[in-house]
């Protein structure tokens, strides 16, 4: 068994699908089949139960899961102590799947070329998953994006902006300049995989109004998202920088507000674990988004 293997298992677990799964690890979809079908071989045991929509982890996936992470956890402790004996300056920051924009993808360059001695590395994961990975000392930075922040050290502001309900073009409400939370009685919701958090927020918003609404049985990853907004009646919810990197000539993205028109605002922020101790490569990483922030706003 390669400690590889573990990192591929655990992946494919937290993603349950193999696209998503692969795009993080930079391999083929064929590639991550393969390795997991031989460490169910040497194992013995079927870890996932493959259908149409992704896997599911068996009970023996299950039971072995926090066991890989422990071993992976472990490893990497090694290597961070390895690295400060040898005088090695490091800084891990995770980062929400579509995040790296050009512009935030130059930030990020421009800091690591101007600190040369600091091993900079970006990585990606589910939105909701990164504060649990924080804590579990994956990285020491996260970037996380949405409305609620609770029981999160919020460091730094990356960007403010409008909570958006995703309609298709074609959709009754597409040519509107806002749309008031009453408004989406009787609407089809359709959400993504990896924002759980503001989804529940809305749904909370439309409860407390008691707005009738259902929830299309169905979830998708966020590059399939818009494809399945085209030329239909649901409406999503998310922000337009989301999908900066993808066509939406046919989607149109209609701030939410509330009842006297005021827009509700979500913000993309840097956070830290309240159990990480800030260490001066986080003060410098942090202080530099902070002046960016200052700069252009």
């Excluded at 804590?135 to 930075?141: K, L, Y």
């Excluded at 337009?240 to 509700?264: I, N």
Aim: glycine share 8%; aromatic share 12%; net charge positive.
């Amino acid at each position: 068994m390669e400690l590889r293997q573990i990192q591929y298992f655990i992946q494919l677990y937290e993603d349950r699908n193999f696209t998503k799964a692969s795009k993080k690890l930079f391999i083929s979809q064929q590639g991550l089949s393969k390795s997991t079908a031989r460490l169910e071989e040497e194992l013995g045991l079927a870890l996932f139960e493959r259908n149409v929509q992704g896997v599911i982890p068996t009970m023996e996936g299950e039971q072995l899961y926090p066991y890989f992470r422990k071993v992976l956890q472990d490893y990497q402790q090694l290597i961070d102590t390895t690295d400060y004996l040898k005088g090695k300056r490091t800084l891990k920051v995770l980062g929400p799947e579509g995040l790296a924009s050009k512009s935030s993808r130059e930030d990020f360059m421009k800091y690591a070329k101007e600190n040369p001695d600091l091993d900079l590395i970006y990585r990606e994961a589910r939105n909701d998953d990164i504060p649990g990975k924080l804590d579990r000392g994956e990285a020491e930075i996260g970037c996380v994006r949405g409305i609620l922040f609770s029981g999160l050290q919020k460091e730094c502001i990356l960007r403010r902006e409008p909570v958006c309900v995703i309609l298709s073009a074609r959709h009754p409400m597409a040519g509107r300049d806002k749309i008031r939370v009453r408004e989406m009685h009787g609407s089809t919701l359709f959400f993504m995989e990896d924002y759980n958090e503001l989804e529940n927020w809305f749904c909370r918003k439309l409860d407390d109004g008691k707005i009738q609404y259902r929830i299309l049985n169905k979830r998708v990853i966020e590059g399939l998202y818009l494809h399945y907004l085209y030329d239909s009646n649901y409406c999503g919810i998310g922000f337009a920088s989301q999908f900066q990197t993808q066509k939406k000539r046919q989607l149109r993205f209609v701030p939410l507000c509330d009842d006297t028109g005021k827009e509700y605002v979500g913000e993309t922020a840097l956070i830290v674990s309240p159990k990480q101790e800030i260490t001066q490569e986080m003060k410098g990483y942090l202080e530099y988004h902070r002046k960016l922030y200052r700069k252009y706003n």
